[in-house]
């Protein structure tokens, strides 16, 4: 039988929290930069203007059709050159960092953009009617009336993409950056102890995911109450 | 900026020779698709049973499954598939887990990628069998067991007929990420199209035009697997419910 051996993990934790800290940047930044982007291409989508509409389906249907691994190395050959060229960024900045951060940002925009294209359908039509009548613009009503409602519909869905895409972090090991569980693997492998490392790993990320889905769950019940 | 294409590339002889560039996208294509549908086959049988349990009356059965559930959906699939890869032939008998060892590599690859993907899909899919049963009106169950069926027998023929029925839909989406889950493989070495592009980077340095073709034919596998559920959904439509013409 295999024997365990968990000495190798007290003296990599600060490597492990280094690590950690590498996964919320990446989750962080794609779910604001997600959010953001998300709703101005669900609006797009839902705009009556087609020359709007048509390219924010592309957006979405494209990277919703590839696999986020295939992303992540686009944006791994791809950003390293469009910065050197638009921004003259040395070789010292971390690339791997920086394109991480743009795949996963503009990835997820595309699986924001269906949630909240389908919170804001959630609205019922009368209240845009009722904006227009009350003479708000079009984009006023949106703003004012229809969005504040979506975003509180769509609130536990947003929150329940974000663990999703807390876990898919674990992706950047395609380009060999060094996020939580990264930096568990090099351990593991350093030490010849990769079980070990390989489940506490695991652990981790579970107790985290269905603490925070847990929260969503008693934040769903309020919402809907 | 400044790429010199070449699309010619995929034409030119590997230098293991006896293939084209071409040919190697083809046959990561191939074990991408056999992988998913593989996967698929026991994720669709699994997660119906898991569906099943889940609603079934008691505390123990359903219990199982939603930890089942819980345990599969809450870790990434990066770490359950090096979960299966490294650590599972560690935890077995030592004689197994150097047959294990011994073998091909590319059938320990295939293999743990296809266990991985079986088990996690099959979490995703217990859900949405979960909740199509649960959409079923409660009228149906009492029903079948009035006329004197057993549940194993109202479940056969009277739940999960109509069940898997109505939720071929959401059931389609799960179908298209079980192909773009399958890209995880090429972490552990299995030359999937994901790997294949990255192996024609190292080889030809062609670049954009092994990530295009790659892309592409990821596009054409959404669009085939996208046109063939439309007429399972078509087919399988319920008279009277929500959807049906």
Same mark, same amino acid.
């Given at each position: 039988?295999?024997?365990f051996d968990?000495?190798?993990?007290?003296?990599?934790?600060?490597?492990?929290a280094?690590?950690?800290l590498?996964?919320?940047?990446v989750?962080?930044?794609?779910?604001a930069?997600?959010?953001?982007?998300?709703?101005?291409?669900?609006?797009?989508?839902?705009?009556?203007?087609?020359?709007?509409?048509?390219?924010?389906?592309?957006?979405?249907n494209l990277?919703?059709?590839?696999?986020?691994?295939?992303?992540?190395?686009?944006?791994?050959?791809?950003?390293?050159?469009?910065?050197?060229?638009?921004?003259?960024?040395?070789?010292?900045?971390d690339?791997?960092?920086?394109?991480?951060?743009?795949?996963?940002?503009?990835?997820?925009?595309a699986?924001?953009?269906?949630?909240?294209?389908a919170g804001?359908?959630s609205?019922?039509?009368?209240?845009?009617?009722?904006?227009?009548a009350?003479g708000?613009?079009?984009a006023?009503?949106?703003?004012?009336v229809?969005?504040?409602q979506?975003?509180?519909?769509?609130?536990?869905?947003?929150?329940?993409q974000a663990?999703?895409?807390?876990?898919?972090?674990?992706?950047?090991?395609?380009?060999?950056?060094?996020?939580?569980?990264?930096?568990a693997?090099k351990?593991?492998?350093r030490d010849?102890?990769?079980?070990?490392?390989?489940l506490?790993?695991g652990?981790?990320?579970f107790?985290?995911?269905?603490?925070a889905?847990a929260?969503?769950?008693?934040?769903?019940?309020?919402?809907?109450? | 900026?400044g790429?010199?294409?070449n699309?010619?590339v995929?034409?030119?002889e590997?230098p293991?020779?006896?293939?084209t560039?071409?040919?190697?996208l083809l046959t990561?294509?191939?074990?991408?698709?056999?992988?998913? @549908? &593989? +996967? /698929?086959?026991?994720a669709? %049988?699994?997660g119906? $049973?898991l569906?099943?349990?889940?609603t079934?009356? *008691?505390r123990?059965?359903p219990?199982?499954?939603?930890?089942?559930?819980?345990?599969?959906r809450?870790?990434?699939l990066?770490?359950?598939?090096?979960?299966?890869?490294?650590v599972?032939?560690?935890?077995?008998?030592?004689?197994?887990?150097d047959?294990?060892?011994?073998?091909?590599?590319?059938?320990?690859q295939? @293999? &743990? +990628? /296809?266990?991985?993907?079986? %088990?996690?899909?099959? $979490?995703?899919?217990?859900?949405?069998?979960?909740? *199509?049963l649960?959409?079923?009106p409660?009228?149906?169950?009492?029903a079948a067991?009035?006329?004197?069926l057993?549940?194993f027998?109202?479940?056969?023929?009277?739940?999960?007929?109509m069940?898997?029925r109505?939720?071929?839909?959401p059931?389609?989406?799960?179908?298209?990420?079980?192909?773009k889950n399958?890209?995880?493989?090429?972490?552990?070495?299995?030359?999937? %199209?994901s790997?294949?592009?990255q192996q024609?980077?190292?080889?030809?340095?062609?670049?954009?035009e092994a990530f295009?073709?790659?892309?592409?034919?990821?596009l054409?596998?959404?669009v085939?697997?996208?046109?063939?559920?439309?007429?399972?959904e078509?087919r399988?439509?319920?008279?009277?419910f929500?959807?049906?013409?």
């Amino acid at each position: 039988m295999y024997e365990f051996d968990w000495s190798s993990i007290p003296g990599a934790l600060p490597t492990l929290a280094r690590g950690l800290l590498v996964t919320l940047q990446v989750t962080l930044v794609a779910v604001a930069v997600g959010i953001a982007w998300g709703t101005a291409l669900a609006v797009a989508r839902l705009s009556p203007q087609a020359w709007l509409r048509w390219p924010a389906a592309a957006y979405v249907n494209l990277f919703r059709s590839v696999p986020l691994v295939m992303v992540i190395l686009w944006f791994y050959l791809v950003v390293p050159q469009l910065l050197r060229r638009f921004l003259g960024v040395s070789s010292a900045t971390d690339i791997r960092m920086v394109s991480a951060l743009a795949a996963f940002a503009l990835f997820e925009s595309a699986y924001y953009a269906e949630i909240i294209r389908a919170g804001i359908q959630s609205v019922p039509k009368g209240q845009l009617d009722a904006a227009l009548a009350l003479g708000l613009t079009p984009a006023q009503a949106m703003r004012r009336v229809v969005l504040p409602q979506a975003f509180r519909n769509m609130l536990p869905l947003l929150l329940t993409q974000a663990i999703i895409l807390f876990q898919d972090t674990s992706l950047v090991y395609v380009i060999g950056l060094a996020d939580f569980f990264g930096a568990a693997y090099k351990v593991g492998d350093r030490d010849g102890r990769l079980v070990e490392l390989v489940l506490f790993a695991g652990l981790v990320y579970f107790l985290a995911s269905l603490a925070a889905s847990a929260l969503v769950r008693r934040l769903r019940r309020r919402v809907t109450a | 900026m400044g790429t010199a294409w070449n699309w010619g590339v995929f034409l030119q002889e590997t230098p293991s020779g006896g293939a084209t560039y071409l040919g190697w996208l083809l046959t990561g294509l191939g074990w991408t698709v056999g992988l998913s @549908l &593989a +996967a /698929w086959a026991v994720a669709l %049988l699994l997660g119906t $049973a898991l569906g099943v349990l889940r609603t079934v009356p *008691g505390r123990l059965r359903p219990g199982l499954a939603a930890a089942y559930v819980e345990a599969f959906r809450n870790v990434p699939l990066l770490v359950q598939l090096f979960a299966w890869y490294f650590v599972l032939p560690e935890l077995l008998p030592r004689a197994w887990g150097d047959a294990i060892k011994r073998s091909d590599p590319l059938l320990q690859q295939f @293999l &743990a +990628a /296809w266990l991985c993907l079986s %088990l996690f899909t099959a $979490a995703r899919v217990c859900e949405q069998v979960r909740a *199509g049963l649960g959409a079923l009106p409660p009228g149906q169950l009492q029903a079948a067991l009035a006329l004197g069926l057993t549940r194993f027998q109202a479940y056969r023929r009277v739940l999960l007929p109509m069940a898997l029925r109505l939720v071929v839909p959401p059931l389609t989406s799960e179908f298209l990420n079980v192909f773009k889950n399958s890209a995880v493989a090429s972490t552990i070495g299995l030359v999937e %199209l994901s790997r294949q592009s990255q192996q024609l980077v190292d080889y030809t340095a062609q670049a954009y035009e092994a990530f295009i073709a790659v892309t592409l034919l990821y596009l054409l596998v959404n669009v085939a697997v996208m046109l063939l559920m439309r007429r399972v959904e078509a087919r399988a439509r319920v008279p009277g419910f929500i959807g049906a013409r």
